[in-house]
């Protein structure tokens, strides 16, 4: 028993899902709507679009460092898919739009992947390159500018797949068909990393590049890999984003990476460590976007926000990062 | 030449400019011990990465069991039973020791999924073959070095591996683990496995060595069998140049004149109950084992701990060492252990590492650098300790491990110290410089300086120190002195 007890109080999870709790029991007992039917259904809703782009972010930060280039990716693919599959006169199924968005994603997935596996240049460096071209071909040659959007694709982000009413006050909560697109994704990429040479790869990548190259994993491929598939997923995000939204703001994304990598890094992955996964991405967003949310029911002034969320995303990575170093076991001889 | 399991055949390897291999040929065989040794830069680790499939050599071929290959990738290597362990284990701390067991063999085997039921089996074979006692589920982050060499020697034994090389596998293992390391080689020879063993420690290369081949240069100068060659011949053949020692017996020093003394200093968690005192010009050593206390000893002296309980003695007089600038002050220098973390500027040139320690000396009263001078310093200190290349706009990481450990040194003696600590100085610097910087140790204690050496090799310790304080789990366990400084004494009183 007491060995298990350690084990558990010994990870940053732990820590994290406590932090949550506590929270929401803070927001509960304040606003009386947070352990709700309406208060969690707004909460999936909340987190569904950030918790695809988790995905990306972890998948770089993973083998490499972070991504801040797919904030530009997802804006970019969606815009291109928006403006040529947007409007009234598409009627045709909705599998044509995502494929061709997920495939733009792909593109400049490759981009990313192509200069990291060659080149070796750090992740932050190369996306922030990959990002202001991304976006820059959207603002120039593409002109992009908000537009409402019509025909399949409004209709795709409107559909929903759970309605609750909360008996206590009457207010309703939906929760978007797309919600289903975040589950199988999340299943596809668990598959990926706990039972492919590709995602046990980008582990050993993680931690030790030179060491995986000796193991004879082809590093260059599974980094290749890795962010096309997060360019891919990027898109795919863009996409739900846009059509929830039921319009084209192609600004609305940027900026939104510090968020993701605070989110992730706040939930127990390592930058360039190999350590954390998917659940870390949850627990972490969960986490972020409950405080973001929450904080005004809490009583803190809204100017106040950015400085309480900042307070939380350092402190949360300072406590992580130390317990994670005082067991790491690397300690200097002698 | 096919009568070798492995056999490489005039390989040559070059990088940009540098000719790395030129027309190397050698040859291993099953159940045979065979050290690759030279100093560093010779080429044995290019070598080894050749045979590894890290690097494609220009020309020449490689033979296994008979069989001709121009070059390999990583995973046909394994797959034809190479497998080398490196230096730092190449192990995955993140993941756990089955996977790191197994992981090499399931990306040898191609398959795209993995299975961990098949890796499983994989590992557990791989403990079996060496009778490793450990958790499956464990880190690799949490193991204990020991513990990692194992694991990365077990690793190396799941494919039915046919040669095993171990680059210089030794080199973070105490004494005690290098025995165990050694009958589990031992172990693997009757098996019918070859074995290169990669290093430039001597007592072992004898010890377990059937055959030495040695480089320099990156020619193949001597492949032998063990017993055909003596601890001198082997100096020569690795240095090309006869390694003479100015100073036969260590330097004794002056012991009415008490340049440091501890009196029963304790350092929490690290050392207790330490007195020890230092002559002036005189080598004193402090051996023992990783983890007896000797580094954090030295460390103490230079400042870097905080004294729990008891004194330090400068000539007599009680003094606190409180800061390393305090250490500075009183004139007492250190070379750490880890020169590449703690020693040096990797990234800058010679000159600004030689410089730093002392630079209000090289400065005005003003407080301005004179660049000049800092040069002309460095520029000697290049010709006194005779560090090649023999450029002082060098970037301190282009140099080799010996030439490295020289700048370190000359840093500190360019602040001229009065008592000079030396952690492991010549830990990782191959033979020649070796000498070099032990002949100039002797110089500068026979001129008056009074250093201090903690140090795990016992060679090295013999070879320099006339008294010796060998420590033991935080204490001193022997205090040894002139003829009573023997390797035996040494093992003894350290393990």
Sequence with gaps: ?334 | MNDGVLSVENINKSFGGVHALKDVSMQIRGGEVHCLSGENGSGKSTLIKIISGYYKPDSGKICVDGNEYREMTPAESINHGIQVIYQDFSLFPNLSVMENLSINAEAARGSKIISYKRMRETALRAVEKINLKIDMKAKVADLSVADRQMTAIARALVHDAKVIIMDEATASLTRNEVNCLFKVIHQLKEEGVAIVFVSHKLDEVFEISDSITIFRNGMNVVSCKASEINEERFSYYMTGREIQSTQEKPLVGDSSRIMLETKNLTVEGAFEDVSIQLYKGEIFGIAGQLGSGRTELAMTLFGMADIKSGEILMEGNPIKISSVQKAKQLKIGYVPEDRLTEGLFLEQALVENVAVTHLADLSSKAGFYHKKEAEEETTQWIDTLSISPRNRNNLAQKLSGGNQQKVVLAKWLACNPSILILNGPTVGVDIGAKQDIYDLLNQYASQGMSIIIASDDILEIKKLCNRVAVMKGGKINAFLCGEEVTEQALIEASI
């Design chain 1, 1 to 334: 028993m007491m060995p298990i007890m350690k084990k558990i109080l010994n990870r940053t999870e732990t820590y994290v899902i406590l932090t949550a709790l506590l929270f929401g029991i803070a927001v509960e007992a304040v606003s009386g709507q947070f352990f709700s039917n309406t208060g969690m259904i707004n909460l999936a809703r909340a987190v569904m679009v950030y918790l695809v782009f988790g995905i990306t972010e972890m998948l770089s930060l993973t083998c490499a460092g972070p991504d801040v280039s797919y904030p530009a990716l997802a804006s970019l693919s969606a815009f291109i898919t928006a403006s040529w599959f947007g409007s009234a006169s598409y009627q045709g199924s909705i599998i044509v739009p995502f494929l061709v968005c997920m495939a733009i994603g792909a593109l400049g997935g490759m981009i990313n992947g192509y200069i990291m596996a060659r080149f070796d240049f750090p992740s932050l460096i190369v996306t922030l390159g990959t990002s202001s071209v991304f976006s820059g071909i959207m603002y120039g040659p593409l002109k992009a500018s908000n537009t409402i959007l019509h025909g399949t694709m409004a209709e795709f982000g409107s559909i929903n797949m759970i309605a609750v009413t909360n008996p206590e006050n009457g207010l309703k909560a939906n929760l978007p068909a797309q919600f289903l697109i975040v589950t199988v994704l999340y299943l596809i990429v668990f598959f990926l990393l706990r039972y492919t040479m590709f995602g046990r790869g980008l582990y050993a990548i993680g931690s030790d590049k030179a060491a995986a190259e000796r193991s004879g994993f082809k590093t260059g491929r599974i980094i290749f890999l890795a962010y096309t598939l997060g360019g891919t997923i990027a898109a795919i995000g863009g996409f739900m984003y846009t059509c929830n939204v039921g319009a084209i703001s192609p600004s609305d994304l940027m900026g939104g990476e510090m968020i993701i990598i605070a989110a992730c890094t706040l939930g127990g992955i390592r930058p360039g460590a190999g350590i954390g996964g998917l659940f870390n991405v949850i627990i972490g967003v969960v986490l972020l976007i409950m405080i973001q949310n929450n904080l005004l029911m809490l009583g803190i002034p809204l100017y106040f926000q950015d400085v309480f969320t900042g307070a939380i995303i350092l402190l949360g990575t300072i406590v992580a990062i130390n317990s994670q170093r005082s067991r790491n076991g690397i300690k200097k001889n002698g």
